[in-house]
């Protein structure tokens, strides 16, 4: 069986930063490499009849606070000590959604991914003004003003609206998920099962592949 393994991510999602800084280690122990997905949140929470945690849980109490304890407590298990919630939090992120699928038929979708997540969430910049972007991108040796500019063509928006369908297609309710195969996995804190099933699938592969005969 062939691993086919997709991270879909929107970058005003902190959980979403937060697992993709642990997925590098989890393609050296493994030897796999994710599928970064563009989608876009705004998009899957309306389809979905889904609400951001601080709208559905605002009057449970505790649970809120109890959210804040759950990311404190994942950032020092994995030692991500650049984190910084961004003090614009909600930010628009349609551009930059856009500006994902842009980079991507550009040529410079990774590099433009680690900038944006660094901006929002280590830098904590107003990554909802086009101008802030642009400045983001040209400092981290991107042509901001290009990737900005495709961002606004029709086939990107397509692709980015084809993505966010797709995605709510296949069960995705919320921001980050993965799918291991047809595996879905929601939320930052099911990562380990994710490297579990991983692991899983290879170990099954490994076991049914044809013994070689050598003459």
Not at 45 to 56: D, E, H, L, Q
Not at 90 to 99: H, I, S
Request: aromatic residues 10%; charged residues 25%; glycine residues 6%.
């Amino acid at each position: 069986m062939t691993l086919d393994l997709q991270f879909h991510f929107d970058f005003g999602s902190p959980n979403a930063y937060l697992v993709h800084r642990v997925i590098p280690d989890i393609e050296i122990r493994t030897g796999v490499r994710f599928d970064y997905v563009p989608v876009l949140l705004g998009g899957i929470m309306r389809a979905t009849n889904n609400k951001p945690p601080m709208i559905a849980f605002a009057e449970v109490k505790g649970k809120t606070d109890y959210i804040r304890l759950e990311i404190k407590r994942f950032v020092a298990k994995y030692g991500l000590d650049k984190f910084r919630f961004n003090p614009n939090f909600p930010v628009n992120t349609l551009q930059l959604m856009r500006g994902a699928v842009a980079a991507d038929m550009e040529n410079v979708f990774m590099p433009y991914v680690e900038a944006m997540f660094c901006g929002m969430w280590e830098d904590g910049l107003k990554l909802d003004d086009p101008a802030v972007i642009i400045g983001t991108l040209n400092a981290a040796g991107l042509d901001g003003e290009r990737i900005m500019q495709r961002a606004q063509d029709d086939d990107v928006k397509a692709k980015l609206l084809a993505n966010s369908e797709a995605t709510v297609a296949r069960g995705t309710f919320g921001i980050p998920t993965i799918f291991v195969n047809d595996e879905i996995y929601f939320g930052k804190d099911t990562i380990r099962d994710v490297e579990e099933e991983i692991v899983r699938v290879q170990q099954a592969e490994a076991q049914t592949e044809p013994v070689r005969e050598f003459p």
